[in-house]
Every structure is written in C-alpha cells, then in structure tokens.
C-alpha cells in the first residue's frame, strides 16, 4: 500500500508569510502526527490529530496549527512566519494507538 | 513530564566494535519504548520496539525500568549502520515523544 506523503517537498517562503503543509496518511490510518526537525532540536512534537480532533499538542506557538479532515488527510498551517520556522516538517500516521508510525519523507520549509 | 534523553550526539566507532546507543526517559506510567533509524536521504523508519523483544539488524534494546533506560546495542557494528538513530517513547493516549537523536558513524 501506499506510504504517507507529504506535499510539497520543498518551499521557500519569506518572513511574515503564511504556509500550509498537506499529509496523506496511509489508508486506514486515523492518526496523523506532526513533527519539526532541526539540527539543534532534532524531532519535536507538533500536534497529532486522531478522527478530525486534535488529541495532543506539543511546546509551540499559536502560530502552528494544524487540521485533520474526513478522509484522515490533515494539513498544518504556520502563520506569520520567522526565520527560526526553517526546519523539515515530518508526517505520521498510525493505526492504532502504541503501534508503529510511519513517516513520510517530509516538507522541507526554508524561511528567508 | 514525559521526556526522552539520548546523551551523545555522535558515537564514531571502527567497523566490528560493539556499539551502544543510550537512552533514558520520563515518564509516569508504562510507556511503549521504540528506536527509530534515518539513514542518509531516507525516511524515518523504526528500527524495534520493545514489546517486540525482536532483535532487528543485529540491533537489540531491553527496557530497564529500574533505571529508565532502553539503550540500543549491537556486537559487532556495520558501515552499514551508520545513521541517525532516535529514541521514542510513547504513552496512554500521546503521541511518540522523541529524542535529539544519536549520529553513529562506523568507518572501517
């Protein structure tokens, strides 16, 4: 089956601009994670939605939202946009709750 | 608070040296524990998880509640293994927390 994907793959914005990132699980999956990764920081925790509800929230700003719609896609949105926010965002999606998650292969967000 | 700590950044070892990948976590509960791997241009992909008690690769891990640990170990190391190794943790209704993650890099 189809692994998750994430679109685009690369974007290049400028500060004070807004984003949207889209996630397509793996069909069946209900949940979708989301994850900034950076040099410094590594893999942190953005938000993880589960059946259109936003189920958990990690340490970061208003400006990071995120969605899940019906078909279990999600996209997350960043507004006002920092230079700080240039990082990879990673994808993933779960069966069921405590199982593997799969990732995909990222969004690759430049802000200058 | 839940928290996963992995306290070297970069492990460089000799091809045919044991390897030891550490991790320690928090977390008020019985957590899943998983390591996760990312090789060069590749997508994370989980390498075991300790429900499994699977040894994957070579790789094994054993969780150690006593001293909140799930180090990674391997006898005898590979190029091959030469990657980004992350540490997760995961409880009762959270979504996977992870560490900074470990570089090894195994020359010959």
């Known amino acids: 089956k189809a692994g998750v994907t994430q679109t685009p793959r690369y974007l290049i914005k400028t500060r004070g601009q807004q984003v949207t990132l889209s996630c397509s699980p793996i069909?069946?999956?209900?949940?979708v994670s989301w994850y900034q990764q950076t040099p410094g920081q590594g893999l942190q925790f953005l938000f993880e939605?589960?059946?259109?509800?936003?189920?958990n929230k990690g340490n970061f700003p208003g400006r990071f939202s995120g969605r899940q719609f019906s078909n279990s896609r999600s996209e997350m949105n960043v507004s006002t946009l920092e230079l700080g926010d240039s990082a990879l965002y990673l994808c993933?999606?779960?069966?069921?709750?405590?199982?593997?998650?799969?990732f995909g292969q990222g969004t690759r967000l430049t802000v200058v | 608070a839940q928290r996963v700590t992995q306290p070297e950044k970069l492990l460089s070892v000799f091809k045919g040296a044991p390897v030891e990948l550490k991790c320690n976590y928090s977390?008020?509960?019985?957590?899943?524990l998983f390591w996760y791997v990312q090789y060069s241009r590749q997508r994370l992909q989980l390498l075991l998880r300790?429900?499994s008690r699977e040894s994957i690769k070579g790789f094994t891990a054993d969780l150690n509640k006593g001293e909140t640990s799930f180090h990674l170990k391997k006898p005898f190391a590979q190029e091959e293994d030469s990657a980004m190794y992350y540490c997760?943790?995961?409880?009762?209704?959270?979504?996977?927390?992870f560490g900074k993650g470990t570089t090894l890099s195994v020359s010959s």
């Open positions: 300790h429900i």
């Open positions: 977390y008020s509960g019985s957590p899943e």
């Open positions: 997760a943790l995961s409880g009762t209704g959270t979504a996977l927390i």
């Open positions: 993933a999606s779960q069966g069921d709750p405590n199982t593997e998650a799969f």
């Open positions: 069909s069946g999956h209900r949940s």
């Open positions: 939605y589960f059946s259109e509800t936003q189920r």
